[in-house]
């Protein structure tokens, strides 16, 4: 159903008509639905949504996903470089260099990484970035560099946030390469070690027993707040107990005292970063995919698929001239 879709997503529709936005929000999240347990049935989803819609970003940057759960990397860089255009957002440049070596050019993948200042983009996305960009280094025979890529701020011990447990693995990974096999045992038990965090975090029931602390740093006169996320190795009913302390002190002094304990919200947004992909839904039958394309409008002619030239006219770096007639025109109607 197009109410699955995110609704993220169902916002950048609304440049469309009414009827063209519902059938393509439909084959958008049958896309999302499959692209795990079924990939080349969900690329013909977003192959059918991006002649609909070819200048809608999420249209495109779907299609260059399952491109690349496809191992169509060419293709996958051509819409990525698309929606980066139309988009004007850096978010998927991690895949964009990946794409790059798995088109066997690595030093392009590094080229491409530097090409912007990694201070500007978020901090799951800078992850990535490292991670792919030290895969490159081992695929140029520079394991001491790929292991240089992944010393950042964020490779940190002590918390698990959404992004860590790839980066510990990746880490460990480089290790292994190097020969350092007791350190490398270490790290690949860290990126268990969080991803058993994460779980326990996001279970239901589990997240009032996580305590989240912050610290307060004097610097000029403004404070600066610890970036917070779950800890592996505290001890919780310790930092329940010097929460209650300074609840105490403060009562006592005539004081308000600081809230040491985040909300809850915060612990969920530290383990599930807003850029993070939404989870595919369950796989759905391949009737569920014909019912879905028996609702299009009758004027809608199937697709050749697996056609190679038809794909690079519709989907290349240049549109086709009547993608026009399925943007809503500027004055009032049936735009949404």
Known sequence: MAEDLD????????????????FVAKHMAMASRLIDENPEL?????????????????????????????????????ELRTYRRITGR??????????????GRPEKALELARSVDAATLE??????????????????????AALEELRIPELRRDKAFEYSPALFAS??????????DDEAAEWFALADRAIDALEAALAPGELESIAITTERIEDDGEATAEESGVPLESDVDDA?????????????????ADEHVEDVDD?????????????????????????????????????????????????GDDLIEDEDQDQEPERGGDAR
Do not use: W
């Not at 013909?44 to 191992?71: C, S, W």
């Not at 010097?242 to 004081?255: C, R």
């Not at 030239?309 to 519709?314: I, Q």
């Open 7 to 22: 609704i993220g997503a169902r916002a950048q529709l609304k440049t469309l008509t009414k009827d063209n936005a519902e």
């Open 42 to 78: 969900a690329h013909e989803h977003a192959l059918t949504a991006a002649r609909r819609a070819g200048r809608i970003g999420v249209v495109r940057e779907t299609l260059a996903i399952t491109a690349y759960q496809l191992g169509d990397f060419a293709l996958a860089l051509r």
């Open 90 to 103: 850096d978010d998927q440049l991690p895949l964009m260099a990946d794409c790059e070596r798995g088109l």
């Open 123 to 144: 901090t799951p996305v800078r992850v990535e970035l490292a991670i792919v960009k030290s895969g490159a280094r081992l695929d140029l025979g520079q394991p001491e």
């Open 171 to 180: 880490y460990a990974g480089v290790l292994e390469e190097l020969g350092r």
């Open 240 to 256: 329940a107990e010097a929460g209650d302390d300074d609840a105490e002190a403060a009562e006592d002094t005539g004081e308000a």
């Open 267 to 315: 612990v969920e947004a530290a383990a599930d970063p807003e850029q993070v992909e939404p989870p595919a839904a369950p796989v759905q039958p391949a009737a569920a995919a014909a019912a879905v394309d028996e609702a299009e409008p009758a004027s809608e002619e199937p697709a050749p698929h697996g056609d190679a030239l038809f794909a690079d006219a519709l989907f």
